[in-house]
Nanobody, 126 residues
Framework: QVHLVESGGGLVQAGGSLRLSCAAS????????VGWFRQAPGKEREFVGA????????NYSDSVKGRFTISKDNAKNTVYLQMNSLKPEDTAVYYC???????????????????WGLGTQVTVSS
């Protein structure tokens, strides 16, 4: 069992920045890939980005590429999502998730992930 907690969300003006954190606890001794997803009201869950266990593969959706950056601190069991140049369309609840079965991948499909956090709200005002 892996427990995930997202933090760092909030209200920011367009063009601003936020850094989200995803802290893992529980069975964190095994390598995992970590993904970030988001869901806006009335919309389906959307892939944002993902990083594999070694940090050697990082994928981003086209909508955030060049603006968002994923990094990780293995000592803290934490993955970060640095979000710059935020736009109103980035408004959503952001979730992190771990993929236990494919730690070498940075999967873009939500169903590939095994454990999810409860999410953190990001609101970007225009």
């Amino acid at each position: 069992q892996v427990h995930l907690v997202e933090s760092g969300g909030g209200l920011v003006q367009a063009g601003g920045s936020l850094r989200l954190s995803c802290a893992a606890s529980g069975r964190t001794y095994r390598p995992v890939a970590v993904g970030w997803f988001r869901q806006a009201p009335g919309k389906e869950r959307e892939f944002v980005g993902a990083i594999n266990s070694r940090g050697s593969t990082i994928n981003y959706s086209d909508s955030v590429k060049g603006r968002f950056t994923i990094s990780k601190d293995n000592a803290k069991n934490t993955v970060y999502l640095q979000m710059n140049s935020l736009k109103p369309e980035d408004t959503a609840v952001y979730y992190c998730a771990v993929d236990i079965d494919r730690p070498w991948a940075a999967a873009e499909v939500g169903n590939d992930y095994d454990y999810w956090g409860l999410g953190t709200q990001v609101t970007v005002s225009s």
